[in-house]
Structures are given as C-alpha cells and as structure tokens.
C-alpha cells in the first residue's frame, strides 16, 4: 500500500469534516448576549472632529470594546498614530478614528468606554457609518443614491462616500447583519442635522434610517433605542435653533433618549463642532441616556467575548424541542387547556404576532399566558395568530363543542379545525370583561377514534381563552332526558343571599323553578336568589335575579 497517497487523500478528507463539524456548531450556536453592539451614525461630529490623544485614547479599553470596521485604512493612513490596519468587516480593539481614516475621536469612542465602565461583564461593540456635511437623506435606502447624484455630488466628489462603497445604508445594515450574528444589537446613537432643517420631513426621515434598519434585522424597535445628539449651542454656533427639532424625535420613536449638548464648548475654530472635551462629555451623555433605555441584564452564563473573533464566543443554542404534545395527546372527550398546546417552537407549535410571553406565566417562548383570579389563560390573542394540540379521541362519534372564554369587546373570536379540516362554529366572548369567563357554545363535530392534530386559529382580535371542552352528544342527550325525568318530580328549595331559606316550591325542572322565581313567587320580593334542587341528582342550584 503506498501510504503516502492515503496521507494525501485523508488530510483534505479531514479538513472537509474538520469544516462540516465547526459549520454544525456555528450553525447550533446563539449571540452572545453580553456582547452589546451600537449603531452609530450621522454626520462630522459622530464622524469624529475632537483631538486625539493617543495614550488617552487607545489600548486601555482593549478587554472590552469593540469595533466591526466599516472600510479599509493602513496604519500609516489612520490618524492619531496607530500601528492598526483594519478591513471591512472584521472586529478590532475601538480606537479613534473609526469612521474614516483621516477624522478624529468621536463622541462614539466615549460612548463605548462610559458603556464599559458602567456595565461590568458587558463587552461593547461599536458599527461606525458617518459622513461629514451630508443630509440625512444619504442614509435613506430609498433616497441615498439620487442625493449623492444632485445635491451631495460634491460630497461624492471629495471621495468620503467610496470608504462605505458609496452606500452608507448599505454598509449599516451589512455590518449589522454580520454583528447580530455574534452579540446583541443593543441600540442606536445618532449625531447630523447640521446640514437639513429638523422639522417634521427630517424627523420622518431620521425614523426611516432607524425603521429600515430594525426590520431588515428582525429586531423590535420596543427594545433597540434610538439616542440623537443636540448639534453646538454655546459661544458662536451655526444650529443651536434646530435643537427644539430634534427633542421632538421623541413622538417619532418608542424608545427615545436626547443627549444635551448644554454648556459643551466648540472647538474655537468653526461653528460647527465640538472640541475634544465637549466630544468626550456628549459621548458620556449618550452612555447616560442609553443606561436608562436599555435592559442592563447580564449573563452570568456566556463565556468572555472572543476579541479576534467573536464568532468563537457565542453561545451554544439549546437542542429545538421536537413537535408533539405538551406532556401527553389530550383526551377526548375532556377539555383541552389552551396553555397545553404543543412543543415545537413558533410557526410549528403556535403562531404569536408579539414578541415574548406577556403574561409571564407558565412558558418561556411568544405566547402570552397569563393568571387571571381564576386560572391560566392564553390571552392578548390578535387575528391570525394560532396554536396547535395533540389530541386522542377515544371513539367515532358526535361532540358538542364549548368553551371558556372572556372579553370585553363582545366580538374576540377563534374557530377549531381537526386535521386542516375545520370544525363546529365560530366561538366569540360575551363582552363582559376579561375577569368574567363564561361558557361559550362552539357547535358540534363528527370526529374519527385516534390521534389528531387540533388547531385553534384566532379570527378576531382580544379574547382570553382558558380551556375548550368536547363532550359525547350522546352521553349529553342521555344525561338531559334522565335529568328531566328526574326533576319533574322534584322539589325546590329558595336561599337568599345570606344562606336564609325564604320559600320551598315544586316544579317540572330547574328551568320551570327559574321562571317561576323570576315571575314571583308569593311572599317573595325583588333581589338576587339562589334556586336549589332538594335532591342530588341533575344541575343541584342556579343563581336567580327576580326584579318587578
């Protein structure tokens, strides 16, 4: 045998399974959730206008801030005299400048650092995009490319747009696509309006960038804030008056945060920007305003955040459950929990329009379970959001469907299928408030002996919903006739309120005793009542409001 052609065919042939294994572990793995990474953009005071002072302004936060670089610089082209070389899309040590090669230190730079210091455990991570003099419309996918034709085409001709490709949007959103991979995109911070008027048309445009963004990511613009930047107010400023603006981008996000510029100074030679100690103190204020908008939870679990590759400090992802019941297939006939329904995960075992459970009770997945006074209840249920069961019918037959249900809008619903095939009829709430559950009729359906898949699918928006019911049609028609047997013979004793008994009468059945009361009964006057069977076989008691 020559064993040097098998050396030579087994040493690809464990690469390609070295490879396969790491893809599968890649594949299996989650963002670290100590990893928190911020989006920071806008125009030449986030791009960086503040001195730098390179033993201040490098290497002491090397442990744990970030940056995922946005363009291409040798060490001898960046400023600030750094022996760093960086590539589009890989991780490094945050050192100024990070927006381009030839600015300086950012309020950015500041904002990681104040981030670090006030988050032990928290690793922070920094996506740079900024352009000086431009509009907010070079951040618009939708507007970018005629701007830097028409009015930013100087901008264009002086060459900064090439560093991001010419795509500002672009490169944003590759980079955070690339970051959520690894960590969490925590938030925005947010520094331009020196180049537009702030009113309502900006302030659109400004949520557009943002919007764009989140929903590109998947994210839920309810966790990922938005902090803008005041432009120069003190000494000789060129802007000061378009502050009012931008406070008022607080009506256009959920979660907002407006870093002061008060009492920062410029930089002495332009009315534009500020100097390196009003850059330094804006990117504490960032630090400052992000700390009260974000969840400040940290991992005890997650490992340290590798910094040459964060890819090999993610998190292992638990196994996905398998699809199949809860705990066992549900009975029927019996009732079916609505909180019981399958494992599996979403868009297999439910379908849940919020993210999160709601209610916080009993599961940890986007169905909202909540424990009203009575119980556990599926509830917030919006218009086409589903979830499915296992269910095990013990014998072909016809049932009678119900459940219990509550709302306060009358018109919260959902309908039943068995196997894809839909069954009995639409079941609505009553409209008498989400802490008052009644019993709904649902219709009948004819099903088969054995195991189904039981799909309950909302078809109106707001009602909770804590169990449906199948009974045997026959059983229940067998336990009516021997009930009404039975109570035409019966006697019927009166209680009020306070467990006194007023009155005892005889009548053909609980229905016929109910009528009578509510017509009066002699020596009796208006109020509520309890109506008893003085026997112990069929309904034993109903509550009667008898009024003249």
């Known amino acids: 045998m020559d064993f040097k052609k098998v050396s030579e065919f087994l040493t690809p042939a464990l690469w390609l399974v070295g490879g396969l294994v790491m893809l599968a572990t890649l594949a299996n793995a989650a963002p670290n959730p100590n990893f928190h990474i911020y989006i920071a953009y806008g125009q030449s005071n986030m791009a960086g206008n503040g001195d730098i002072v390179p033993s201040e302004d490098q290497d002491k936060y090397k442990e744990k801030f970030l940056m995922l670089a946005s363009h291409n610089a040798n060490a001898s082209q960046r400023s600030g005299k750094t022996n760093q070389s960086i590539k589009t899309g890989e991780w490094y040590t945050a050192i100024p400048p990070m927006f381009h090669p030839f600015e300086n230190l950012s309020p950015a730079d500041y904002f990681g650092r104040a981030m670090v210091d006030s988050l032990p455990g928290v690793t922070v991570g920094i996506i740079p995009v900024a352009i000086g003099a431009v509009s907010i419309r070079a951040f618009d996918k939708d507007q970018y490319e005629s701007y830097f034709k028409g009015d930013g085409k100087d901008i264009m001709s002086w060459g900064w747009p090439k560093d991001y490709d010419n795509n500002p949007p672009g490169r944003i959103l590759e980079l955070a696509k690339k970051a959520k991979e690894v960590g969490v995109i925590k938030g925005f911070i947010f520094h331009q309006g020196e180049s537009d008027g702030t009113d309502a048309n900006w302030r659109k445009t400004v949520y557009k960038t943002y919007k764009d963004v989140i929903d590109a990511l998947g994210l839920d613009e309810n966790e990922v804030p938005f902090v803008a930047g005041e432009l120069l107010q003190e000494g000789n400023n060129c802007c000061s008056s378009k502050n009012g603006g931008i406070a008022q981008l607080k009506q256009n996000f959920k979660k907002f945060g407006l870093a002061s510029s008060k009492g920062l100074q410029g930089n002495g030679k332009d009315p534009y920007h500020f100097g390196r100690a009003g850059v330094i103190e804006l990117g504490k204020r960032y630090c400052s305003e ?77 169905v909202d379970i909540y424990q009203p006074n009575m119980g556990i209840t599926v509830g917030h249920c919006q218009k086409s959001e589903w979830l499915k069961y296992t ?71 707001w009602i909770d919903i804590d169990y449906v019911e199948f009974k045997s049609a026959s059983t229940t028609a067998i336990a009516t006739r021997l009930n009404l047997m039975t109570e035409a013979e019966s006697s019927f004793n009166l209680f009020d309120m306070q467990g006194k008994r007023i009155a005892n009468f005889k009548a053909a059945g609980m229905d016929d005793a109910v009528r009578m009361v509510k017509d009066g009964l002699k020596g009796v006057r208006q109020g509520v009542y309890l109506v008893r069977a003085a026997n112990s076989v069929g309904i034993k008691q109903k509550v009667v409001v008898y009024e003249k």
């Open 290 to 366: 992000m700390l009260k908008l974000i969840d400040k939870t940290i991992d005890p679990d997650a490992p340290p955040v590798n910094l040459v590759d964060p890819s090999q400090s993610t998190v292992p992802d638990e196994p996905p459950e398998e699809y199949g019941p809860y705990t066992e297939p549900i009975a029927i006939p019996g009732k079916v929990q609505a909180e019981n329904y399958n494992k599996g995960g979403a868009n297999k075992a439910y379908y849940d329009l919020s993210k999160g459970n709601e209610g916080g009770k009993l599961r940890k997945d986007d």
């Open 391 to 461: 269910v095990n019918v013990a014998a072909d037959g016809e049932y009678e469907i119900s459940a219990l249900v509550a709302g306060d809008n009358g018109t919260g619903s959902f309908v039943l299928y068995i196997d894809d095939q839909k069954i009995g009829t639409e079941i609505a709430n009553e409209g008498k408030g989400f802490e008052n559950f009644t019993t709904v009729n649902g219709g009948t359906a004819t099903l088969t002996a054995g195991e189904h898949e039981l799909k309950l699918e909302i078809t109106n928006d």
